[in-house]
């Protein structure tokens, strides 16, 4: 009966290496968000998907960052050549519905988020 | 500017007292959702507020949106030490049709609960 699972929950990495976040959504949902969240700016949307298909990504930087949520796998947050900047904490969260769904209960299941630091 | 302010951003109330967390936006919320979270973990969803007027309570938290859909308030009554954390209040402010599909959230209000 597990939630949303996010790994790893610490990252470290250099200046110009790779980040990669999973996430994998709580059983039945097929709707993924990742948000990051930084010290002095709150929690931010960055990219809403569902299996295979990137819904929304207004919130993405338009360089270095890209996400997937694979047929098969868990959802991926990809950062590339990541800077100081990067540092934040990327929480994933996961609904049976989407939030415009006539149906939505309201209810976006979060993980415990992974913390980046880049050094 | 920040869509969604929150205020006050740090609250200290002492163990059974009441407090107060409001949400405001400039713009029309369509669906306001309040958020915990305790340090370093995630976020724990409290409820979703759609209907202008409308109130929810659960436990010992009543929470509320005006009329005009622009702000919402989060009442804790007698405190416990278990309600210290970060509350964050979070809203569809991109209307009907299209725009983004993941809610804005305001900064958050720390809350300490002195024994």
């Known amino acids: 009966n597990a939630g949303v699972m996010q790994n790893p929950r610490h990252l470290v990495r250099r200046r110009g290496q790779e980040a990669r976040l999973r996430c994998s959504p709580m059983?039945?949902?097929?709707?993924v968000y990742w948000y990051r969240q930084l010290p002095e700016e709150g929690l931010k949307f960055m990219v809403y998907?569902?299996?295979?298909?990137?819904?929304?990504e207004s919130g993405m930087p338009k360089e270095r960052f890209s996400a997937e949520f694979p047929k098969e796998g868990p959802s991926i947050l990809r950062i590339q050549q990541v800077v100081r900047g990067d540092s934040a904490a990327y929480f994933c969260?996961?609904?049976?519905?989407?939030?415009?769904?006539?149906?939505?209960?309201?209810?976006?299941?979060f993980g415990e988020g992974s913390r980046l630091t880049v050094l | 500017s920040q869509e969604l302010e929150q205020s006050p951003q740090s609250l200290i109330v002492q163990e059974g007292k009441n407090l107060t967390i409001n949400c405001t936006s400039s713009k029309t919320l369509y669906g306001l959702y309040w958020y915990k979270q305790k340090y370093g973990e995630g976020l724990i969803f409290l409820m979703m507020?759609?209907?202008?007027?409308e109130e929810k309570s659960h436990e010992k938290i009543t929470a509320k949106l005006d009329e005009k859909k622009q702000q919402s308030s989060l009442h804790i009554t007698a405190s416990q030490p278990s309600h210290a954390g970060i509350y964050l209040c979070?809203?569809?402010?991109?209307?009907?049709?299209?725009?983004?599909?993941?809610?804005?959230f305001g900064k958050g209000t720390h809350l300490i609960i002195q024994p």
């Open positions: 969260a996961s609904s049976y519905t989407g939030l415009i769904s006539p149906i939505n209960t309201g209810e976006l299941f």
């Open positions: 979070g809203a569809d402010i991109s209307g009907s049709g299209g725009g983004a599909d993941g809610l804005t």
């Open positions: 998907l569902q299996k295979e298909n990137i819904i929304d």
């Open positions: 507020l759609q209907k202008g007027g």
């Open positions: 059983k039945g949902h097929s709707h």
